[in-house]
């Protein structure tokens, strides 16, 4: 038997990302669909909590699996211990959307490889130097880099940035329709299930999945999961994948 130890203040923090949307976990998708599960036999993992003063203790029983790893969660014992505990210690989590999926983005994008302090300031840069996401579309590359250069990697950056407004661009010419680009952004992903929506934004030059799915989930409430390599790591110690 594999005891896993963990300090309770930051097993709580870094557990409450990949926990708190546990109640939407039926409609989520799965953010790395390349991702076969084994057919052949392999080894599964029920964690069994219990606190202990300043400590959770997890014992990590081995046992066999056939069948491939379910899409959807199913809340077990140890789990919902986990998420009362989550509760009790931070409340209960509130999102609160901005119904704002192009600005998310273009915010997102910005925080790739940064502080969330740094990203914030390089936004409000943003749309303080530019009026519209359509002046952003069209001023040089080296304008709209100098406006985010405190975020970092604004090369980088400016190029994405632009290209994800010209290829919406693009698209909204080919459908014919006359509206802001963040109406149209909107519009696209209001008229899709949140998978189709996820799929959709994976399209756009340099969005990735954990990009896309931060989009749907803060700034749409969608039932989509961003997955990082700290979020894999404990949602698979947890049990939850």
């Not at 390089?122 to 405190?150: G, H, M």
């Amino acid at each position: 038997m594999l005891c896993l130890i963990f300090c309770k203040d930051t097993f709580t923090s870094m557990a409450s990302r990949a926990v708190w949307r546990l109640r939407a976990s039926r409609e989520a998708i799965k953010p790395f669909p390349q991702w076969k599960s084994k057919k052949s036999r392999v080894r599964a993992s029920l964690l069994h909590l219990e606190v202990s003063g300043d400590r959770i203790n997890a014992d990590h029983p081995p046992v066999d699996r056939i069948q491939g790893m379910p899409a959807s969660v199913v809340p077990t014992i140890h789990l919902i211990h986990v998420y009362e505990t989550l509760l009790a210690t931070y409340g209960e989590p509130k999102n609160e959307p901005d119904h704002d999926p192009l600005g998310g983005l273009i915010a997102t994008i910005l925080s790739q490889h940064t502080s969330d302090i740094n990203s914030e300031r390089a936004y409000r840069q943003l749309v303080t130097a530019f009026p519209s996401w359509e002046s952003v579309r069209d001023a040089s590359t080296n304008t709209v880099a100098e406006a985010i250069k405190c975020g970092g990697l604004a090369n980088i950056k400016s190029v994405r940035i632009q290209d994800v407004l010209q290829t919406l661009t693009e698209q909204q010419h080919e459908q014919g329709t006359i509206q802001s680009l963040a109406e149209y952004l909107f519009d696209e992903l209001a008229r899709r299930t949140t998978e189709e929506a996820w799929r959709y934004l994976r399209t756009l030059p340099g969005v990735g999945p954990k990009t896309a799915a931060c989009v749907l989930m803060f700034h749409l409430d969608r039932p989509a999961f961003p997955i990082d390599t700290h979020v894999w790591r404990t949602a698979r110690r947890l049990g939850l994948i």
